[in-house]
């Protein structure tokens, strides 16, 4: 009876795992908030060349070091106080601005505790790297378009280039920044998932074996039959 009591009472594995991870993902983003100018860094390098080698005609150059990333570009805008002259666009962007999915990503790896943890952890930080990068351009391309407010004359582009600036960033800075650690860890640990994770959502055929049944209900007689 104590015994059995006490399996009862004791976390399942999956209960465990989301308490390590919640407390794993609080110190590190804690860390992370400290180093992030410099674990980040990667990020500027790739957004940096990205906007020079394919927007040209918007970026003419970018200056990158620890925790900044300055974007000259060639968009030039008209300055009210300046009697309507017009002044070349500059924006600053922080390159950590969308890089918080390091501290998840590393949180799910530790809390799951499996193998060759350290190892995981580069490979998913390296494969971060080019997602980070894509939010990070995108922001940087729609922080463009805003000085302008949206003005596909003065970019000189095209309404569809436009409508794909604003859909990137969308997709960049909702989406990317949450879903893509998750997916990473669902790849590099995905033993553990099969193990720990997917039997919570799926139950087993022992349990869907052991579910009663209920009796199927008499088929009414037919009036007149004997």
């Known amino acids: 009876m104590g015994e059995g009591l006490k399996t009862m009472l004791r976390p399942s594995p999956f ?20 180093i992030s100018p410099w674990t980040s860094y990667p990020v500027g390098v790739l957004s940096s060349v990205t906007l020079e080698q394919t927007a040209p005609m918007w970026v003419r150059e970018v200056h990158l070091r620890p925790g900044v990333m300055d974007v000259d570009t060639r968009v030039a805008i008209p300055v009210p106080s300046a009697g309507g002259r017009k ?3 500059t924006i600053d962007v922080n390159p950590a601005r969308y890089a918080y999915g390091l501290p998840i990503f590393l949180a799910l790896l530790l809390a799951a505790r499996g193998p060759k943890r350290w190892l995981r952890a580069l490979v ?3 494969v971060l790297l080019p997602a980070q990068a894509f939010s990070l351009t995108m922001y940087a391309l ?14 000189r582009i095209a309404q569809w280039q436009l409508e794909a600036i604003v859909y990137g960033y969308q997709v960049g800075s909702l989406v990317v920044p949450t ?4 997916l990473v860890w669902l790849w590099l640990d995905r ?4 193990k720990v994770v997917v039997p919570v959502w799926r139950p087993s055929p022992a349990a869907v074996a052991d579910t009663p049944v209920a009796p199927a209900a008499p088929a009414p007689s037919e009036p ?3």
């Open 15 to 34: 209960a465990i795992f989301v308490l390590s991870a919640f407390g794993w993902m609080l110190a590190l983003t804690v860390l992370w908030t400290q």
């Open 87 to 89: 002044a070349e666009v």
């Open 124 to 126: 998913g930080y390296l």
């Open 142 to 155: 729609m922080q463009v378009v805003l000085t302008t407010q949206v003005d596909a004359r003065l970019l």
């Open 179 to 182: 879903l893509a650690p998750i």
């Open 191 to 194: 033993q553990f998932v099969a």
């Open 224 to 226: 007149g039959a004997s």
